[in-house]
């Protein structure tokens, strides 16, 4: 079945600098892949998604690559800020398979 | 509307009680899901309901019962729950395979 690493587990970055997940899946046939941000306590949020037609995304600060040869796709963070400290999740679908997640921490 | 509601936010039972989780959206999305979070682990999915009918069980044990009565509305029934059942239970809800939006969670406590 679908399996999805991501990497790192942890990830601290210096306030300012960018941070960059990656993730691959098996799947040829996957074509959705969505991020989701969660802070403690509280419920994954959408924050970027990409489609397999589609090379990259890009949202402000954030923004997602889709390599499909090589099946994999990375979350790119610029500028951090310490908001942006949570676990980040990704996945692929159609029905969601989830990445192990990675705990970002903004150093002050 | 924009979300998907939850209730209740925590609950705590018995081993041997039965209660009922709720979950809402009003997005017009056809597509319902159970997921079940445990700490620093990704939220590993229990059903999945399209058009009102369980299309995924993802090999959930049956003290888990799933019931969707309407396009907006879907429960999980809980019964003879074990303490390893403790955890943050996740609806979502989605156009069919399409983004899926969560609610905010029941944190469960089975003592």
């Known amino acids: 079945g679908e399996n999805v690493e991501q990497h790192p587990s942890t990830l601290s970055v210096q306030e300012g600098d960018s941070a960059v997940i990656k993730c691959t899946y098996s799947?040829?046939?996957?074509?959705?892949f969505p991020w989701y941000k969660q802070e403690l306590g509280k419920r994954p949020q959408l924050i970027i998604d990409?489609?397999?037609n589609v090379g990259e995304k890009k949202d402000q600060r954030i923004a997602v690559t889709l390599n499909k040869t090589a099946k994999h796709f990375s979350l790119h963070i610029t500028e951090t800020q310490p908001e942006d400290s949570a676990v980040y999740f990704c996945?692929?679908?159609?029905?969601?398979?989830w990445g192990a997640g990675t705990k970002l921490i903004i150093k002050p | 509307d924009t979300e998907v509601t939850q209730t209740p936010k925590h609950l705590v039972m018995g081993m041997t009680n039965k209660k009922s989780l709720k979950c809402e959206q009003h997005?017009?999305?056809?597509?319902m899901y159970w997921y079940k979070q445990k700490a620093k682990k990704p939220p590993e999915l229990m059903f999945v309901?399209?058009?009102?009918?369980?299309?995924i069980n993802e090999s959930v044990p049956s003290r888990f019962s799933p019931e969707c009565p309407n396009s907006s509305l879907l429960n999980l029934h809980l019964h003879a729950l074990q303490p390893e059942d403790s955890a943050l239970y996740l609806c979502?809800?989605?156009?069919?395979?399409?983004?899926?939006?969560f609610g905010p969670g029941t944190r469960l406590t089975v003592l």
């Open positions: 979502a809800s989605s156009k069919v395979a399409d983004t899926q939006y």
């Open positions: 997005m017009g999305h056809r597509a």
């Open positions: 309901y399209s058009y009102e009918k369980l299309s």
């Open positions: 799947d040829s046939a996957s074509n959705y």
């Open positions: 990409i489609r397999s």
């Open positions: 996945a692929a679908s159609p029905v969601l398979i």
